[in-house]
């Protein structure tokens, strides 16, 4: 069975578009994402694009700031205060990569954390750990969402996740810990990669390397989440982190690339953007 996150996302998009529109007679407006965009990364400029389709199809008021890659920091971190003190502002996103003269981690904490759409800010991130209230980031959130709709029962489960970078691997796992998995995290340094993921009944793999995984890792009936978006050397198509066509027959479960997580990402934003515009309007 292929999960197409694309449909998913749809769906739930839909369902979003009908919640906003009961907004404006309840608290006056519509939320409001602010996307700000450094430079000219064709790769960024992709993304944010399709957050504001995204936004438009659920009524979201979508903002997009465009400066030049050579702004300073003390620029960008001015107008990350200044949205933040904009009470009609409800999400603000800083569009990653940043150029090298600017510090990702002092713009992302710079972020208001009730407005942190993605769930990078440092108070979120803790918040996590913590089993506390916050806004979880949106590809971890997106793969539990999509495990949970495929009828996944994730408790008992021997995950593995590949990759421990803090917006996928680490938060994934620790979703899939709170969801009762049990929960292996490995990396570029793990040993025997396969003997690892060989065990694993829910496979998760976010590391950013072409059809890296291939059928001789994977075990028969196992469910497998793809992350990675990359270009196929061969092709020049976008592929994932799993070689798609040998492990689909093998896998019980499998994420397409592109139409899998990438779609569900975006999907959580949206939903992020309406959960903190309703925290403050119902506070
Ligand atoms: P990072 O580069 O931050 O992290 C990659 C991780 O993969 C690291 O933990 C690294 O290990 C691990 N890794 C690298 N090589 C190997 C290897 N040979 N064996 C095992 N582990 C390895 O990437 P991200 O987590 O940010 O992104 C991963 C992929 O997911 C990318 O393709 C990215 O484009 C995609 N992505 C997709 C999203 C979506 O919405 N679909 C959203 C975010 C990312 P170590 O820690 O030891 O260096």
Excluded at 38 to 51: N, R, T, W
Excluded at 97 to 119: C, Q, T, Y
Excluded at 229 to 247: H, M, S, Y
Aim: glycine share 8%; hydrophobic share 40%; charged share 25%.
């Amino acid at each position: 069975m292929i999960i197409s996150g694309k449909e998913l996302a749809l769906k739930l998009k839909q369902e979003m578009a009908g919640e906003v529109k009961t907004f404006p007679a309840k608290y006056g407006r519509v939320p409001h994402l602010v996307v700000i965009l450094v430079g000219e990364d064709a790769g960024s400029i992709s993304y944010v694009k399709g957050k504001a389709k995204a936004s438009e199809e659920v009524g979201i008021k979508n903002t997009t700031i465009r400066k030049p890659e050579t702004i300073s920091e003390e620029e960008l971190l001015q107008i990350i205060a200044d949205l933040n003190a904009d009470d009609t502002v409800d999400g603000i996103l800083v569009q990653l990569p940043l150029p090298r003269h600017i510090n990702e981690d002092r713009v992302i904490e710079a972020i208001d954390k009730s407005k942190d759409v993605d769930g990078f800010h440092p108070g979120n991130v803790a918040a996590l750990w913590q089993k506390q209230p916050c806004v979880l980031p949106c590809t971890p959130k997106g793969i539990i969402k999509m495990l949970r709709t495929a009828g996944v029962e994730i408790e008992g489960k021997n995950a593995v996740v590949v990759g421990r970078s803090n917006i996928v691997g680490l938060p994934v796992a620790k979703l899939l810990l709170d969801a009762n998995a049990t929960v292996t995290i490995t990396h570029s340094r793990t040993k025997d990669l396969g003997e690892v993921t060989r065990r694993a009944e829910i496979l998760v793999v976010a590391i950013g390397r072409p059809k890296f995984v291939t059928p001789d890792m994977v075990s028969d009936g196992t469910v497998v989440i793809d992350v990675g978006v990359n270009r196929d050397p061969e092709t020049g198509k976008l592929c994932g982190d799993v070689d798609f066509a040998g492990i689909e027959p093998k896998a019980s479960i499998i994420t397409p690339v592109p139409g899998g997580v990438g779609p569900m990402t975006i999907c959580c934003l949206m939903e992020n953007t309406i959960e903190c515009f309703l925290r403050k309007m119902e506070k």
